[in-house]
């Protein structure tokens, strides 16, 4: 079975930044592709960035290219996500999850999931 467990998240100003960590346990060399998603209140989950582990990819929603990145430590079984120059529209439950095969932004193409670390963006 595949754990993954989510921290980071905080309340923070407008224009701050945020470091998030997914970190997974169990049969982790068969998920080697990490996605982040994020729910905000009263709208459904999207995807917000993906990482595949043993090729380096990564993919990003638009809404955050060029504020978030993506990185791994494998060694420890961890992926981060820096999340810089953050709006009040980037407030959500942040979700990291484990998927097999190819870096996705898609909610249904994930089998395992965290329990989500709340980032809240407000003055």
């Known amino acids: 079975q595949l754990r993954l467990v989510e921290s980071g998240g905080n309340l923070v100003q407008p224009g701050g930044s945020l470091r998030l960590s997914c970190a997974a346990s169990?049969?982790?060399?068969?998920?080697?592709?990490i996605g982040w998603f994020r729910q905000a209140p009263g709208k459904e989950r999207e995807g917000v960035s993906c990482i595949n582990k043993r090729f380096d990819i990564t993919n990003y929603a638009d809404s955050v290219k060029g504020r978030f990145t993506v990185s791994k430590d494998n060694a420890n079984n961890t992926v981060y996500l820096q999340m810089n120059s953050l709006k009040p529209e980037d407030t959500a439950v942040y979700y990291c999850?484990?998927?097999?095969?190819?870096?996705?932004?898609?909610?249904?193409?994930?089998?395992?999931w965290g329990q989500g670390t709340q980032v809240t963006v407000s003055s």
């Open positions: 999850a484990a998927r097999r095969y190819y870096c996705s932004l898609k909610v249904p193409d994930y089998p395992f």
């Open positions: 169990g049969f982790t060399s068969d998920y080697y592709n």
